[in-house]
């Protein structure tokens, strides 16, 4: 009974395999999904440096080397796939075309992620049919996420609707919302551009006044001046000619 029972905790756990070169980036990835607890069903994470390494798990051969205890060999033994986009000699955007060209009963659901948020970079994943696509570092709220998308003990249908429907709201993201997102970022420059000037031409018209009134006191001066020059000189000669 305890035996099933263990048996039945192993084969509800959600499998991942983690492919990045990076071995901090790897541990980082691993400890974060071993320990999370918001899910009923644990992780268990295999990690691999390199989308070669990967592949050859994915394999019919890989397979036995996952899960020996297999009963059918065309059983999936991964129930996503979580690969880093930037890595040597096998890119985790090659790796997701040769996921998906390996065409299961069951596709094995393929996640990137990247420290860099390049709206063309997320648009060329999703339309290869990544199912997400997320901003390293991992944080315990993209956790559920992959959960979400994996082809974990759920109901199959279940599944399909919402990974189908995660997928379609991601693709739609880089050309609707980005472009959202950059036409809000560029009415914020203008705004703030239009205040600089604003501020800018207050501070310039408050100059000019100042610079007018100084020229106008200048000239003043200067009139009162010649004034009393030419009223002192037109005395001076009245007096000599007395």
């Known amino acids: 009974m305890g035996a099933g029972g263990e048996g039945n905790a192993a084969a509800a756990a959600v499998r991942v395999l983690v492919v990045d070169d990076s071995p901090v980036d790897r541990k980082v990835v691993e400890l974060l999904l071993r320990n999370h607890k918001g899910g009923a069903a644990p992780f268990h994470v295999t990690a691999v440096d390199s989308g070669k390494k990967a592949m050859e798990l994915l394999g019919p051969k890989g397979q036995g080397m996952l899960d020996s205890s297999a009963a059918d060999a065309n059983e ?4 996503i796939v979580l690969t880093d986009y930037c890595m040597p000699e096998m890119t985790g ?3 997701l075309k040769a996921i998906k060209a390996l065409s299961p009963p069951n596709p094995i659901p393929v996640v990137v992620m990247s420290s860099e948020n390049e709206p063309q970079r997320i648009s060329r994943c999703l339309t290869a049919g990544a199912e997400d696509f997320i901003l390293k570092p991992l944080k315990s ?3 559920q996420r992959l959960r979400n998308c994996s082809n974990s003990a759920k109901p199959k249908d279940t599944d399909d ?3 189908k429907s995660l997928s379609s709201r991601r693709k739609m993201m880089p050309s ?3 472009a959202k997102k950059a036409t809000s970022e560029q009415r914020s420059q203008i705004t703030r551009l239009a205040m600089v000037l604003n501020a800018s ?3 310039l018209s408050h100059y000019f006044q100042f610079l007018f009134k100084f020229i106008l006191l200048a000239y003043a001066v200067l009139c009162l001046g010649e004034l009393l020059n030419r009223w002192s000189n037109s005395s001076f000669l009245s007096l ?3």
Do not use: R
């Not at 999936?76 to 129930?79: A, E, G, K, Q």
């Open 93 to 95: 955007y090659d790796l």
């Open 141 to 143: 709220k993209d956790v």
């Open 240 to 242: 000599w000619s007395s």
């Open 201 to 203: 031409s207050i501070e």
């Open 161 to 163: 609707a919402q990974c």
């Open 76 to 79: 999936l033994t991964v129930d």
């Open 176 to 178: 609707d919302q980005i």
